[in-house]
């Protein structure tokens, strides 16, 4: 089985590079951190003190350990003492996301949509998994990051191709690429390049699998299979919020609330906290 696995990753890989596609490099800030995270005394110090030289990448850590998700009794405003409450693993997590944004880009509208959707779509995957951490087990920062990384690989296409954008009219915000249609004109789509992305920035492996069947709800191990879910519900609730049509919820839905541990009964009430904890949280 692994090696059919290994194999079938190979095949997607030399897909992509055969069609010329360039999957950013891991940002040097975290080859340093996964450096100082395999030394025998995790250097916490070291660590912050490396943090703290990007302004952004600060800003962004206090927003989360100040956020609503970590309930602390006082602001926290010391980089090491964040890292101490998120956990290093969360940490090098909301690294990568942001690394992300920076190594992915461009002054395009289409770059300023996308970003936008996937912030939300981010915040409300971290909100559900939040609220079902007992029956998902899945950590707010896993999901907030699957969020993230998902549709990675649309911009990617964006930088290759110069008609994607026109294509699947980008530009208006409301439209997204049917990632089949992606693979009869590129010979290649967004869920296989998001895949290879999250694989080279060694991403966990449940997660790589999400990102590459956020789309379809097959035979994967059972943690992708509910972060999947989690997204297909973020997803669902982001066209709600935005009143968008939604065609494939209603062949999904009973299976993606039952897998996230949602009864029938309290699904209404469920999404409308969710959206009601979303909207407070972009106020």
Known sequence: MKSSAANNEKALLDKVLDSQISIPPQPAILLEIDRLLNKPNNQ?????????????????????????????????????????????????NLIKGIALRKAIGGNDIAYEKFWERSDEIATLSAIVAAK??????????????????????????????????Q????????????FNEED???????????????????????????VRFHHERLNVDHAALTLVSILQ?????????H???????????????????????????????VVEIFTHQQQ
């Open 44 to 92: 916490l110090t070291a660590i912050g003190d490396l943090i703290n030289k990007d302004v952004g990448l600060t800003a962004a850590i206090f927003k989360l350990v100040n956020s609503s998700f970590y309930k602390t009794a006082t602001p926290i405003t010391n980089i090491q003492k964040a890292i101490t409450v998120l956990g290093l693993s969360q940490v090098e």
């Open 132 to 165: 079902q951490i007992s029956a998902c087990n899945i950590a707010v920062d896993q999901a907030y990051m699957a969020g993230l990384f998902h549709e990675c690989g649309v911009p990617i296409l964006m930088q290759r191709f110069p008609d994607y954008c």
């Open 167 to 178: 294509t699947f009219r980008l530009n208006q915000g409301s439209n997204w690429p049917d």
């Open 184 to 210: 009869r004109r590129f010979n290649t789509d967004h869920t296989v390049v998001g895949f290879m992305v999250t694989k080279h920035w060694n991403l966990p492996e449940f997660i790589c699998q999400a």
């Open 233 to 241: 519900v973020a997803r669902h609730l982001h066209k709600k919020i």
């Open 243 to 273: 009143r968008l049509p939604d065609n494939e919820w209603a062949k999904i839905r009973a299976q993606v609330m039952e897998e996230i541990g949602v009864d029938e009964e309290g699904s209404i009430e469920f999404m409308e906290d």
